[in-house]
């Protein structure tokens, strides 16, 4: 079954790798410059409060801490009088304003230019690409198909591991063309924990696809379900959810070697490979 691609799709070169928060002087941020906005455009501290997303009690504070902290008072309020009073921003808190907004936009050159850099960088964007795909699944290895298999329904894509070892995916044939997978596509591979099967020892006859072998290197235990952390030779950890009795049975310790087993159709591919000239990372369920 198909998923959204929106929800696992990071535009390339527009995405930004590279994000910062500008502040001045240690204690003057966005928030507090958002509200001096508020406050030069509304006029009043109420409605300022509600334009910056900030309660009135909390508006109030940053004006008395950044008056009490500047130099010169940078807003000025009235009450009562035939307007009902009001708050501006004096000349200094214009001033500032001013600064800021200037630095803000100086702050977004020097960023865009960062991002530029990292997205003409090839070998920076085969380490950062698969940290943009954001899911739920437990477990993401990341991978290149070797190959794909096409059938009249479905589709099976082989890909290699980082330490070697390969896993097949078994996917629709119109989930294969919304991929846009060929071979030497990068993908991450994701898999619950709870799709995983452990086993060890010499392995019987099994009707799972897919085996990956590694060595226990963390066991965590909650009173009902247990999780078990592999490290596979290529240095990737797979964790599996399996039950306090299964851990028992299976005699598992660390450093055991230990083998996870799960089906083609567990798998969830996240293609990493721009397409039809926009970069994108889409996800689908191989069912």
């Not at 009043?44 to 008056?67: D, F, P, T, V």
């Not at 690409?129 to 794909?148: D, M």
């Not at 964790?239 to 083998?259: D, E």
């Amino acid at each position: 079954m198909a998923k959204n691609p929106t929800q696992h799709k990071a535009t390339y070169p527009d995405y930004r790798w590279v994000t910062g928060k500008l502040r001045l002087a240690g204690m003057l941020d966005t928030r507090m410059l958002n509200l001096l906005r508020a406050i030069e455009e509304t006029g009043s501290i109420n409605q300022a409060a509600k334009l910056a997303g900030l309660s009135y009690k909390g508006a109030w504070q940053i004006i008395e801490r950044a008056n009490n902290m500047a130099p010169k008072v940078l807003i000025s309020t009235a009450t009562g009088g035939s307007k009902g009073g009001g708050t501006r921003l004096t000349a200094a808190g214009q001033a500032l304003l001013n600064l800021f907004t200037t630095l803000e936009q100086q702050h977004q050159v020097f960023l865009a230019e960062l991002n530029g850099k990292l997205t003409n960088d090839p070998d920076i964007m085969l380490l950062l690409k698969p940290l943009a795909v954001k899911t739920s699944a437990t477990n993401q290895l990341f991978g290149t198909v070797t190959e794909i298999v096409t059938g009249a329904v479905t589709a099976e894509v082989h890909v290699a591991l980082k330490g070697g070892d390969r896993v097949v995916a078994s996917v629709t044939m119109d989930e294969w063309q919304t991929l846009a997978l060929s071979t030497g596509c990068e993908v991450l591979v994701l898999v619950n924990a709870s799709e995983i099967m452990l086993a060890v020892a010499t392995l019987p006859p099994f009707s799972a696809r897919n085996c990956l072998t590694g060595q226990v290197i963390r066991i965590l235990q909650d009173g009902v379900d247990t999780e078990v952390i592999l490290r596979l030779p290529g240095g990737d950890t797979l964790s599996a959810s399996i039950t306090l009795t299964s851990l028992r049975n299976l005699n598992l310790k660390k450093n055991s070697a230990c083998h996870a087993l799960f089906k083609s159709n567990a798998l969830l591919l996240a293609a990493l490979q721009p397409t039809e000239g926009q970069g994108s990372v889409s996800e689908i369920d191989s069912e």
